[in-house]
């Protein structure tokens, strides 16, 4: 038999008087003895007992599917390639390319900010502000694939 430190009963909570002193106030530890008291409750619960776990066949949950077709043991070498090829591309095709993406967009932006503040005001330094500085952070979150949407014409900052 497990002796509980906090026993819930229908009269209320009852504790152990050596878990907590006669003092008044609170500490920062009391809730504590619930949260554990509530781990035990859900860990021996009677209905979850009664209910055992099926045995699975495989660890893969897309080949508890016998339609599937990779999931026969003899195509283990296509799956193995399917994913050296997942994974050439990923890293050898797409993550250069995003990298250039990335390190051309920080260059580009840095350059118009430059650009826009070493002219005079005018139109297009307004423009050059507002339309050349978001399309070259758009270019600069497209390497993060972000999805942007704008809502109305103007930039606005928030906290």
């Avoid at 909570?13 to 554990?36: A, H, S």
Wanted: contains cysteine; positive net charge.
């Amino acid at each position: 038999m497990i002796e509980r430190d906090i026993q819930l009963t229908e009269g209320g909570v009852k504790v152990k008087n050596n878990l907590v002193p006669d003092q008044k106030g609170f500490r920062l530890y009391y809730p504590t003895y619930l949260v554990k008291c509530g781990i035990e409750a859900i860990i021996e619960d009677s209905v979850t007992k009664r209910f055992t776990a099926a045995e699975l066949r495989v660890w893969n949950f897309l080949s508890r599917n016998q339609s599937y077709v990779y999931a026969k043991r003899d195509n283990h070498t296509t799956l193995m390639m399917l994913w050296l090829v997942g994974l050439i591309v990923r890293y050898v095709i797409f993550l250069p390319c995003r990298l250039v993406v990335f390190i051309s967009s920080v260059l580009f932006t840095w350059i118009l900010g430059a650009v826009a503040r070493k002219l005079p005001p005018s139109r297009f330094k307004n423009w050059l502000s507002t339309e050349g500085i978001q399309a070259a952070v758009r270019l600069n979150l497209c390497s993060f694939s972000a999805v942007i949407r704008f809502h109305n014409r103007f930039v606005c900052l928030t906290n």
